[in-house]
Every structure is written in structure tokens, then in C-alpha cells.
């Protein structure tokens, strides 16, 4: 009878390995997309986007290709308070995800979420946020939260003054900008949604323009 030697147990070893990694979401590690922001007062609004950041939350980057999102993304799939959130990107150290919208009912002003990471099957430590009905944040050009904001012409064109495709915009033009955490918001209001290609790491965004009042309707 042969015996099992280190080869032969080996690929065995590493599937159990990897199929034992438990995800980590990091301390203050749960932010608005949009800000990053890691304040005390930080909180989340149903239906915005949020970024989660830690480690072995996935086993490598896939970023979400249809709408509407799904809520599993690379075998990886995050709960507020056990309500399922649509994944958006997924990678080892980060986690992009749209708050479900039913976790604050419209009577309340705010309250605190259980946020939990599962990948393949093994569940993070829950990790407490704040859930507010409105938690506003504008996307920006370096992706980070800080700096310029992501700024479109009425024509499509970027309103900056250097690069191909950009323009300054002119006083008195209407400029649309994206936006997150911007809450329910009136369903009777049109809401154009942006792209995200040029930032995959932020998802999915709201169209705002400084002329009227920003559209609620979508994220």
C-alpha cells in the first residue's frame, strides 16, 4: 500500500487553506464611496454607495459587469443587519456594495447596522455603522474623496481646464456633477445615472446639477 507523501496532500492542503480564510473588515473601515470618510460622525444612507476595506475579503478583483448589481460577486456577498446589499467590485482589500434601501424605514431618522463580509461561505465579524437618512458625497477626479470634483458640461465634456475632451464651464452653464448618499429622495424626480468606468474601485453614482435640486431618485 502506498503512502501519502507531501505531494500527493499538497493541493488538498491548499484548497482547505484557501477555503478557510475568514475576511476581515478593518476597524472604521466601512465609508461613503464617494468621501472615505473615516470620521466618528461618518455615516451611510440607504441606497448609497459604500466602501468597504480590510483584508481576505475576496480572493481577487471582479468588478460587477450588468445591472442591477448582483448580490453575490466573486463568491463574495455583504448583509446590513442580514439585508442582502448589491455588489458592485470585490478584491482582497476592498469591497464596493449599494446599502440596501429597506434598512432604515422612512420614519426613522437614523439607527446602527451589523455589516457582515461572507466570502465563500465563511462570515466575517460584524462591524457596526450608522445608518442616516441622508449622508451626502461627491465623487472625485483622484478617486480618493478629496480634490476636484467629477464635473460635466451640458455638452458631455469634462469641466477642467487642461485635458482632451475638457473645457472651463461658463458662468451661467449648467454643470452635473456625481453624487452618493443622497437618500430616498422623490421617485417622481428623473435620475440619469453616470458611469463608473474610469473609477471601477467606486461603483455606481448619482447625477446632481448645481441649477436645480439634485436628483434623489437613484443612489
Not at 188 to 200: M, N, S, V
Request: hydrophobic fraction near 40%; include cysteine.
Amino acid at each position: 500500500m502506498l503512502k501519502p507523501t507531501l505531494s500527493t496532500l499538497l493541493p488538498g492542503l491548499l484548497v482547505l487553506s484557501a477555503q478557510a480564510q475568514t475576511p476581515t473588515i478593518s476597524a472604521g473601515g466601512i465609508t461613503n464611496g464617494a468621501t472615505l470618510s473615516r470620521t466618528i460622525s461618518s455615516a451611510l444612507a440607504p441606497g448609497s454607495i459604500a466602501t468597504i476595506t480590510g483584508t481576505d475579503l475576496a480572493a481577487a478583483p471582479v468588478t460587477a459587469m450588468t445591472l442591477p448589481w448582483p448580490q453575490t460577486l466573486g463568491d463574495v456577498s455583504v448583509t446590513f443587519d442580514g439585508l442582502p446589499a448589491a455588489v458592485i467590485y470585490v478584491s482582497p482589500r476592498q469591497v464596493n456594495v449599494q446599502v440596501p434601501w429597506s434598512v432604515l424605514d422612512r420614519d426613522q431618522t437614523s439607527r446602527a447596522a451589523a455589516v457582515v463580509v461572507t466570502r465563500n461561505g465563511v462570515e466575517s465579524a460584524p462591524m457596526s455603522v450608522a445608518i442616516a437618512r441622508v449622508s451626502p458625497g461627491i465623487f472625485t477626479t483622484n478617486a480618493m474623496g478629496t480634490g476636484a470634483a467629477i464635473v460635466a458640461n451640458a455638452d458631455g465634456t469634462r469641466a477642467q481646464t487642461a485635458g482632451e475632451g475638457s473645457r472651463p464651464a461658463r458662468i451661467g452653464s449648467t454643470i452635473s456633477f456625481w453624487a452618493t448618499g443622497l437618500g430616498h429622495g422623490d421617485p417622481h424626480l428623473r435620475c440619469r445615472r453616470g458611469t463608473a468606468r474610469h473609477h471601477p474601485a467606486h461603483g455606481g453614482d448619482t447625477r446632481g446639477s448645481h441649477r436645480r435640486p439634485a436628483r434623489t431618485g437613484c443612489i
